[in-house]
């Protein structure tokens, strides 16, 4: 059982950044491939950007150029940073875990407000 815990998520205004962190329960990243998904009222869910096993990283054409996804394996963390917030950003942010190569998530946190707003 692979458990995610999101933090980081908050109130910022337009323009600015935040950066969401994930912490797995163990090691995982090596038979995981991460993501962050997320949901804004009245939407689906989404998937935001995503890093696999051996280091490749993807984005939505959304958040190209102002989001950046990294993880960290001595510290079991996946961190996404986020720029240049618009108030289209406000959602609550989930960290994922698939452990296949197709399909989705296996493994979903809790979920982290992010509320972008003047």
């Known amino acids: 059982q692979v458990q995610l815990v999101e933090s980081g998520g908050g109130l910022v205004q337009p323009g600015g950044s935040l950066r969401l962190s994930c912490q797995a329960s163990?090691?995982?990243?090596?038979?995981?491939?991460m993501g962050w998904y997320r949901q804004a009222p009245g939407k689906q869910r989404e998937l935001v950007a995503s890093?696999?096993?051996?280091?490749?990283?993807s984005y939505q054409s959304f958040v190209m150029g102002r989001f950046t996804i990294s993880k960290d394996s001595a510290k079991n963390t996946v961190d996404l940073q986020m720029n240049s917030l618009k108030p289209d950003d406000t959602a609550v942010y989930y960290c994922?875990?698939?452990?296949?190569?197709?399909?989705?998530?296996?493994?979903w946190g809790q979920g982290t407000q992010v509320t972008v707003s003047s």
């Open positions: 163990g090691s995982i990243f090596s038979r995981y491939h």
């Open positions: 994922t875990a698939r452990a296949g190569t197709n399909g989705g998530p296996d493994y």
């Open positions: 890093i696999t096993s051996s280091g490749t990283r």
